[in-house]
Every structure is written in structure tokens, then in C-alpha cells.
């Protein structure tokens, strides 16, 4: 009764806040595309044309859409495994390492229990890969924990590390008896389910469930209570008898969990196989989404999906244009550097 | 290159501030206030915690922007939008936390302030200024000493040299008695005084009625945001300005001593030859000997920065004992965490609520859950019992007589309302150990005793109290036992009626340290 009095006026408070903050959202990547405009027609293209090709190619058509979920699926996990640890303070870079070993792990799990089906294997696949993933970031959490090592070193420095594990795990143990680079294909029962004949797999579905757990996690539960108290202040919650040690292990090992997953849905859901060097940077375009998001899940969605736009596009550009992968590089680099620059931005205008 | 301000001609005669209004997030801090402060006087700015003189301070020295209202220097009307702004009309603010670089020498520090630093420092043309203004107003620190050796008058006096030197000629203090010693507190009246003769205008914020009437000349009350009254020192006493400063007359809550015979009872806390080791800027404790019995409140008296702060946390288990042992309900606690500190049934009010209690941007409702987390989880903890909280906040804050907004968060209570906030939440559970450092800091009078009578209750009901003060008449009036810290160590353990302040304020300072004011 209490409750209700007294949130009911900041409800639609809240309601125009979502929307102005996604037109502002909006707003910025236009203006992301307009700088990166420049550089096209700097580079001698025609800027409208290339856009109309990004869009067609990837909004205007059902394959194309699906080429960019695709593409979404292993930054929602990655981003997630950035957004989490930072509601206590941790600064998690290590997304590429840990995504690396969670992929390793479940293919391991793949390769070993081949024979199982499928209902029986993928979750132990899953367990598998989220086990890596949290392995490899329990290192830097415990470091941290401890009050050894800040952790955006330790995960920063871990992440080059991973790819040369799987390296030797490849050339050593598991390459096929053709390519010395990948293992062999997976059996069909390792393969995360696809849907309508696209390749958008099973990923996409765990991707969304888990950043809604996430936000019902901080937003109701009282370890997520607990994590924002340590996230606003952790010295005080360590007085206030909040387990501070234990916090920062079990989120850190719970965000490389989450980025072991986007390994085992990658080599599982996408590749099919374990390739050397896979990844591509996903870790990193995780943090970068988080950053852009604001930790926020449904930011999250918006973001990946934006960036995801912004690759796949990309490659066709390469093709229909000939402008060379690269500037694609420019053209996040001018997203992330908006969206960053948001607040000294608009503050002025806006409030 | 360096003016000395006693060449400076621009004196300022006058400030008058016109129908003030701030809010903070729909709260009105200030609510249309007008006040004038003349040169050569000590206006005292008097009022209930909360009451809105740090905003409209804060508000002349442009640290925040008025809704609305106007404000003139010498009957031109200035716009202050930050505190350069209010620097160059000459009015300057020392706040309640001190604002100087520790690693850099006095000198540097106030060089660093100057109005025109020059590229290259003369050092010695500085020092002798410094030396010259200080020796003027009673202001004696050694310029080449570093700022993290000095003691907090010493601070003091560097923050109000560094105004002077920049050439205010309005000073406004901030509750600039709260961190000093009895001594120490008349020797900055005596500077207030010699700087009032030279002309200078004084601000003090304060809600100490004594200190008030001690040295104002001029006394406005603000009350709720709102002015209600000024007037001349000779017109003023004790029960008008209490009267001003608070709608309903104060009942004189009394705190009384009732004993409960200690025999045969198992002590609470017991430290036996407890010592820590220093890690950073703390102080080390040596062979610390300490009982709290139920039924029992144990002052410690000191200096702050004499070990209190550690020995609070080493109560709690935030830092461990490198020798001795510890002993909570009997139980040894030498080596357990802070968690099954908390969860045996000790509250703790660290000394300072905002940066080691509270969680700044979540409501002060979460903030109130957060200690026992466990108690108020639904469902196995995926959800939060809302309503229990309110419930027992309720009943806490019924019985201390507080009120607080609930649904804002917490960084935008006040001082005093943050403190408040943090003793009902640690009094819910009615803990059988409180560990209290400085509980009355930032608490208005009635607030002070409010909290005050919520100890001696617990006490009464059985419950032990570690109470860790620098107020000594607070100590001698609640203290059961009273225990004197210095330089980690326990110098002196005492019946409050078998000793005296002086004793205390002898043992407080340690014999052979010597203070120059006195």
C-alpha cells in the first residue's frame, strides 16, 4: 500500500527516461554514420550507397536479418560477462581468454563423449565450457580477492594466453587427420540446435534468458541487493558484514562462466568445430557493448545488435565496395567514441 | 609579484543575500533566505542538522547554483557560479573536510592557492609571507612542514591561512570546532577574534549553542530551510536561540545510570593483550586489555588518530590481531570474519556513515536492508521482504524518535539524517554489542539525544556498548567505565566520577607532547 503510493508517480517519469534515452541512443549512432561518411567519401565512395548496402544487405532482407542475429549471439554473452562483474567493481577484460577455454572445454566434452545424444551431451557440454570460462577467471578474482593484483590487469594479460592453450591443445591432441588448425567436425549431437533454416542456433535463445535472469538476478534478489551495495561502495558493505572476498570471486568466476558459454555456443551453435583463433575479438566487442550499454540488459540487446549490423555490413562492404575491412573498424571505433562521449555531449542541451 | 593583503584597498564592507531558495530533488534546502554579513563581525549561522546552512553557504561560495534570489557584494549584484567566482569578490569557505594535498609541504599547499602563482616559486618571499599573516592572527605553523604531519588544529589553521593569503576577506567556517580539542577550540576563537578586528567578515556554521554565544557577535537561526530569526549577540540566550532553532520546546530527555550489578557476568568483548600491526596510514595498537560486561557502556576517550578507528575495526574483525586474543560472547573471535562478527548480534556505527556505511546511490529503504539480507530474504533470497523492512524501520526509528525520507538515495540525505539513518538500522535487532564510533558526530542536540538515550537503553536492557568519542562530557555521562587511548594504547582506565576532564584531556595529549597554544 506504502509501495504503491510511493512509485506510482515515478513510473512515467521512468517510462519517458526509457524513451529519451533511446532516441538520444538514436541520435548518436546517426552521428556515428555521418562522421564515418566522411571517411567514405574521403576514400573516394559514395557514402549513401555503401549505407543503402549495409541496410539492404543485412536489415532489407530475412537472410540478411539472420546473419546479423548470428553475428548478436556470442556479444550478448560476452557483453554480459563484462556487465555483471562490473555491478561489484570488477573490471573484466579477460572476455576473449575466457571465451577462448570455455570453448576449448566444451570441446573437449564434444570430442570425448561423442557417442552420448544430444539431450545428454550439450548440457554437459555447456556445464563443461561454463566451467573453463570460470576457471580462467577465477585467477584474476582470487588475485583480486586477495588484494594482490587489480583485475583488469590480470584478465588483460590472461586474454593472449588462452589462444596458445587451445594452440597446443589443436597441434597436439585434437587436430583432424586433414588440417592441422582445427579439430574435426563435431557430430550432430554437439551441435546446438538451429532454427528455421537459418544459422541462428539455440545460442541466441540462452543469450536472452540469461540477461533477463540478469536483470531479475540484481533487480529482486537479495544477492543481487548485495552486489549493488558493493558496487556503491564496497568498503562500506564490507563493514556492513556483506562477504566482500567471496563477492568478488564468485562474480568474476560467474562472468567467465558467462564467456566460457559464448565460446561453447560459437565452436557448438556456429563453427561446428574448434578452429585456431576463432574468436575475432569477441571478448573485446563484448566490453565494448557493455560500455555502450551501460551494463544494461535491454542496452545490451540494442547495442550488439547495432554492432552486429555494423560487421556483418561491413563484410559485404568489402565485397560490393571495395572499401577494405578495416575502415569497418573506423566505423565502430566512431560508435563506441560517441556513445562514450555522451554525457559531456548532450548534458548541456538536453537537461 | 605576492600583494600582501594588507596593501589590498578593495575591502569588502558587506554581502547581502536576498530571498535564497535551493531544492534538491524537490526537497527545499533554502526557502527564500535573507541574510546580511558586515565586515569586522562574526555572524554565527545557528540550526538543526539539516536545517539548510551548509547549502546557503555552499551557495556563496558557489559551490551550488541558486534556484533563485540574488546576492550582492557591496550592493552590486555578483553572480557566483563557482568558487573562483566567489574567491575574486573576496569570500572565502574552510569545510567541514579539509581540503589540503598531505604529500606537499604547508607552503605548497598554499602557494598552490595563491590568486597569481607565479611560474617560478620564491619560495622564500612565500614563507616569509606566511610567516608574516600567521604570526598577525595567532595562525603559527611551520610553512616547510608537510601537511600529513600536522595535527587537525594545525589543518585547520593552514585552510584559514590559505584564505587569507588568497585575499578573502569573508571567511566562512564550517562547524569548525567539531574536530577540536577544548584547547584548541579557544585558540581558534582567539584567531576569529583578531581577524574580526582587522576587519574581516566571519561565517560560522555551527549548531553548538555555547560556541554561539561565546564568540558571535550576530546570531541568525534557520530552521526547515527558512530564516527563523537573527538577532544581536546581547539579545540572545540559551533558551531563545533553543527555542528558534526548534518548533517544539525541548523536554530535557534525561540520560540516567542505572546500574546493573556486574558481578559474575560473562564479559561481552574481552581483548586480552590484543595488538595489530599498522598497514598504510593506521595506527598500530599495542597490548590492548579491554572488557565490555553486559550492562555496561566502556568510553574511549582520545585524540582521533590515536588508534580509535582500529580499534573499532579490530572489535568488528576488519583487521586482526597479530597478537592476543579476542573474545566475543565468550566465544574466541581472534580470527573470525567481520560477517560472524555481525551475525553473533554486534551493530557497528563507524565514524564516518558515508564513505563506511552506507551505499551512496541506492534508496536509504535498500540501504537499510543491507546488513541483514538474510533475515529480510523471501523464497530463499530471490526475493526481498519490502514490507519487513519498513516494519522494522518503523519501529526503530519510532523508538529513537527520527524521521527519514525512505525512497531517495541515500548520498542526498544530510549529514546528520545519514547518521541517524545508520543507528536505527544497526539499533533493529537490538544487539547485545554495539561498537559506536563517534555516534553524535554531525548530530543536532536533540538527535544527540536521541541516539544517547537509545545506548543507555540498550545498556539498560542488558546489552554492552563500546562508545568511541572525542566529546568527553558525552563520555563522562554515559560511560561506565572510561578508558583513555593515546598512540595506540591504552593509558588510563577510570570510574567517570573517580577522575576529571582534566586527567583525561592530560592523558588524551600524552604528558610529554606540548601544545603551543596552551
Known amino acids: ?351 | 609579484m605576492l600583494k600582501p593583503h594588507s596593501t589590498s584597498n578593495s575591502y569588502l564592507n558587506a554581502v547581502t543575500m536576498r530571498g535564497i531558495t535551493k531544492a534538491f530533488s524537490g526537497v527545499l534546502a533554502n526557502d527564500n533566505i535573507d541574510l546580511d554579513i558586515y565586515a569586522s563581525e562574526v555572524h554565527a549561522l545557528l540550526g538543526e542538522n539539516g536545517a539548510g546552512k551548509s547549502t546557503l553557504m555552499k551557495i556563496l561560495y558557489g559551490f551550488y547554483r541558486l534556484d533563485s534570489g540574488q546576492i550582492f557584494a557591496d550592493e552590486q549584484p555578483v553572480m557566483i557560479l563557482s568558487p573562483h567566482d566567489a574567491l575574486a569578490i573576496k569570500i572565502g569557505m574552510v569545510f567541514q573536510d579539509f581540503s589540503l594535498i598531505p604529500a606537499l609541504s604547508v607552503m605548497e599547499n598554499l602557494a598552490l592557492f595563491l590568486p597569481k602563482l607565479p611560474a617560478v616559486l620564491d619560495v622564500k618571499g612565500i614563507n616569509n609571507h606566511i610567516r608574516e599573516v600567521s604570526e598577525r592572527y595567532g595562525l603559527d605553523v611551520n610553512p616547510e612542514a608537510l601537511v600529513s604531519q600536522l595535527s587537525i588544529g594545525e589543518l585547520q589553521k593552514v585552510e584559514i591561512l590559505k584564505l587569507l593569503l588568497a585575499d578573502a576577506r569573508l571567511l566562512i567556517l564550517d562547524e569548525p570546532t567539531r574536530v577540536l580539542a577544548p584547547h584548541e577550540v579557544q585558540a581558534l576563537f582567539k584567531v576569529i577574534d583578531s581577524l574580526k578586528k582587522d576587519g574581516y567578515a566571519i561565517v560560522l556554521i555551527t549548531h553548538k549553542l555555547k560556541e554561539v554565544l561565546e564568540c558571535a557577535d550576530r546570531i541568525t537561526v534557520l530552521r526547515n530551510g527558512k530564516v527563523a530569526g537573527t538577532l544581536l549577540r546581547s539579545d540572545a540566550t540559551e533558551e531563545g536561540l533553543i527555542s528558534l532553532m526548534f518548533e517544539k520546546k525541548l523536554g530535557t530527555p534525561t540520560v540516567t545510570h542505572k546500574k546493573v550489578s556486574p558481578e559474575m557476568v560473562s564479559p561481552l568483548l574481552v581483548f586480552r593483550d590484543a595488538s595489530t600491526h599498522a598497514e598504510g596510514l593506521e595506527i598500530s595498537l599495542t597490548a590492548i586489555d579491554l572488557r565490555v560486561n553486559p550492562g555496561e557502556i566502556v568510553g574511549v576517550a582520545g585524540v582521533s588518530g590515536n588508534g580509535q578507528k582500529e580499534l573499532g575495526e579490530l572489535a568488528m574483525g576488519l583487521i586482526r590481531c597479530s597478537q592476543g586474543k579476542k573474545f566475543i560472547f565468550g566465544k574466541d573471535f581472534t580470527e573470525k570474519s567481520v560477517q560472524e562478527v555481525r551475525m553473533s548480534g554486534v551493530a557497528f556505527i563507524p565514524e564516518n556513515p558515508l564513505t563506511m556505511s552506507i551505499a551512496p546511490f541506492m534508496t536509504v529503504l535498500q540501504n537499510m536492508a543491507i546488513t541483514r539480507t538474510k533475515k529480510y530474504a523471501k523464497r530463499g533470497g530471490l526475493s526481498m521482504d519490502w514490507q519487513a523492512v519498513r516494519g522494522d524501520i518503523d519501529r526503530s526509528t519510532q523508538k529513537l524518535g527520527f524521521s527519514f525520507p525512505l525512497y531517495i538515495p541515500a548520498r542526498s540525505l544530510s549529514g546528520g539524517n545519514l547518521q541517524r539513518m545508520v543507528v536505527a538500522r544497526e539499533l533493529i535487532d537490538e544487539p547485545r554489542l554495539i561498537i559506536a564510533s563517534y555516534l553524535t558526530r554531525g548530530l543536532d542536540v536533540q538527535s544527540a539525544i536521541a541516539a544517547r538515550q537509545a545506548l543507555v537503553q540498550a545498556r539498560d536492557n542488558g546489552a554492552g556498548v563500546l562508545l568511541i568519542s572525542e566529546d568527553l562530557e558525552e563520555l563522562f555521562a554515559l560511560s561506565d567505565w572510561l578508558v583513555v587511548l593515546y598512540a595506540g594504547k591504552i593509558v588510563g582506565t577510570f570510574r567517570p566520577a573517580e577522575t576529571n576532564v582534566y586527567e583525561i584531556g592530560h592523558l588524551m595529549t600524552g604528558s610529554e607532547v606540548e601544545h603551543a597554544e596552551n
Not at chain 1, 540478469?214 to 548485495?226: A, D, P, Q, V
Not at chain 1, 558496487?231 to 562462466?257: E, F
Open chain 1, 1 to 351: 500500500m506504502l509501495k504503491t503510493s510511493e512509485i506510482a508517480p515515478r513510473f512515467p517519469i521512468m517510462q519517458n527516461k526509457t524513451l529519451i534515452l533511446v532516441i538520444r541512443y538514436l541520435f548518436m549512432i546517426l552521428l556515428a554514420f555521418l562522421l564515418f561518411g566522411v571517411i567514405l567519401l574521403i576514400s573516394g565512395k559514395d557514402p549513401l550507397k555503401s549505407y543503402a548496402d549495409i541496410f539492404t544487405y543485412t536489415l532489407g532482407s530475412a537472410y540478411g536479418f539472420s546473419e546479423v542475429l548470428v553475428a548478436m549471439i556470442p556479444m550478448l554473452f560476452t557483453a554480459l560477462a563484462v556487465a555483471l562483474p562490473a555491478r561489484v567493481g570488477l573490471i573484466n577484460v579477460g572476455g576473449e581468454g575466457q571465451l577462448y577455454i570455455g570453448a576449448a572445454f566444451a570441446t573437449f566434452g564434444a570430442l570425448t563423449f561423442s557417442s552420448l545424444p544430444a539431450w545428454l551431451l550439450l548440457p554437459i557440454m555447456i556445464i563443461l565450457g561454463m566451467a573453463g570460462g570460470a576457471m580462467w577467471a577465477f585467477i584474476p578474482g582470487y588475485l583480486k580477492s586477495i588484494g594482490l593484483v587489480n583485475e583488469t590487469i590480470t584478465t588483460l594479460l590472461l586474454n593472449p594466453v588462452a589462444p596458445k592453450i587451445i594452440g597446443f591443445l589443436i597441434f597436439g591432441f585434437w587436430h583432424s587427420p586433414m588440417d592441422t588448425v582445427k579439430t574435426p567436425n563435431f557430430v550432430a549431437a554437439a551441435r546446438l540446435p538451429t532454427f528455421f533454416g537459418t544459422r541462428i542456433h539455440l545460442g541466441l535463445v540462452i543469450g536472452f534468458i540469461l540477461l533477463a535472469l540478469f536483470w531479475l538476478f540484481m533487480k529482486y534478489t537479495r544477492w543481487g541487493l548485495e552486489m549493488r551495495a558493493i558496487g556503491n561502495n564496497a568498503q562500506a558493505a564490507r563493514r556492513n558484514g556483506i562477504p566482500l572476498k567471496k563477492y568478488l570471486i564468485v562474480v568474476m568466476c560467474t562472468g567467465g562462466a558467462i564467456a566460457g558459454l559464448a565460446g561453447m555456443s560459437q565452436v557448438s551453435g556456429f563453427y561446428g568445430v574448434l578452429l585456431l583463433n576463432f574468436s575475432l575479438s569477441l571478448g573485446y566487442m563484448g566490453f565494448m557493448v557493455s560500455w555502450m550499454a551501460g551494463g544494461e540488459p535491454l542496452g545490451i540487446v540494442l547495442m550488439s545488435f547495432v554492432v552486429s549490423v555494423i560487421i556483418t555490413g561491413g563484410n559485404l562492404l568489402q565485397l560490393t565496395r571495395g572499401v577494405p575491412y578495416s575502415v569497418i573498424n573506423l566505423l565502430l571505433a566512431f560508435t563506441l567514441f560517441v556513445v562514450l562521449a555522451r554525457p559531456s555531449l548532450f548534458r548541456g542541451k538536453k537537461s
